[in-house]
């Protein structure tokens, strides 16, 4: 009697293990990030903790952090699936900027001043559905505490509570570029969902002018960079079948960061919300 209670308690324990271990290789492999290179639901374990460290210093000296490989195949693909179908829906109701401007992303006031151009397809935060997979990553809470760690350590940092700038899509073709500048904002985050191998690169200038080519960066790749810090742009895409897409997350050390209407209209197109409930 107590040996059968004794094996089917054995049985018992070893079914809760088998449950445990498929749970949790459920939650983490079919999920948002590639949870093996970077541990965010493992905070305090030496991993996460070395990856920190290394992206905190690469970000300190030169600029820039980037994580390969920072989402699964199967994600992008659904980003860009998702991403299809609101282009579709919306038609010509997402925003096409064309731009002049100077360094620091301003009209240029003064002829002596260089002009640069730059042209790109925005689809704003208003417009991308909750439910979405962009939307799920951005508001992951260990991914904004990990920004914050590599970005601002000594200070609160927050998501953007702006309607259009919070998180952002652009989309670069044949003709587009997003030209020389510095970032208003102090960084900025990064997901690249197409790349390619030799047009639409992101450049930045380090001492002396020179020019570091980042040919290396892929789709799935997540770049963080010192915006405000470094001079960068994106070289045009000069063939008629490439694109660039990536998404920007935009945060802030206040809780309740807007961009103003002037921006609004500059690099959205419109000052009104987008009533997303209207398009489907
Ligand atoms: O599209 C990129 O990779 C760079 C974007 C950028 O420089 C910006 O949003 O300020
Ligand atoms: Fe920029």
């Not at 079919?30 to 991993?47: C, D, G, M, R, V």
């Not at 799935?220 to 000069?238: A, D, M, N, P, W």
């Not at 897409?245 to 945060?251: D, E, K, Q």
Request: charged content about 25%; overall charge positive.
């Amino acid at each position: 009697m107590l040996c059968s209670y004794m094996y089917k308690m054995k049985l018992f324990t070893r079914n809760m293990t088998i449950f445990k271990c498929y749970y949790h290789y459920r939650r983490h492999s079919h999920t948002l990030i590639n949870y093996t290179e970077y541990p965010f639901h493992e905070p305090n374990s030496s991993a996460y903790q070395s990856l920190v460290k290394r992206c905190r210093q690469s970000f300190k000296t030169t600029g820039c952090c980037y994580l390969p490989n920072f989402i699964s195949n199967k994600t992008l693909e659904t980003i860009l699936n998702e991403i299809t179908e609101w282009l579709n829906k919306y038609g010509d109701r997402v925003f096409h900027s064309y731009e002049l401007h100077n360094l620091h992303l301003q009209e240029t006031t003064n002829t002596d001043e260089e002009q640069q151009k730059s042209s790109k397809t925005v689809i704003a935060y208003d417009q991308i559905p909750t439910t979405s997979l962009l939307h799920q990553i951005y508001q992951y809470n260990p991914l904004t505490e990990f920004i914050r760690q590599i970005t601002t350590p000594e200070t609160k940092l927050y998501r953007s509570r702006d309607e259009m700038g919070a998180m952002y899509v652009n989309i670069y073709e044949k003709g587009n570029q997003l030209n020389w500048h510095y970032d208003n904002s102090h960084f900025f985050v990064n997901l690249l969902l197409k790349q390619p191998s030799d047009e639409g690169i992101f450049e930045y200038k380090i001492q002396n002018d020179k020019i570091i080519s980042r040919n290396d960066f892929e789709a799935r790749g997540l770049t963080i960079f010192h915006g405000s810090q470094y001079r960068h742009r994106v070289t045009e895409i000069k063939s008629p079948k490439k694109e660039r897409i990536n998404a920007i997350f935009t945060y802030a050390t206040i809780s309740d960061h807007k961009l103003n209407d002037y921006i609004h209209k500059k690099f959205f197109g419109r000052i009104q919300k987008w009533d997303i409930n209207d398009e489907y």
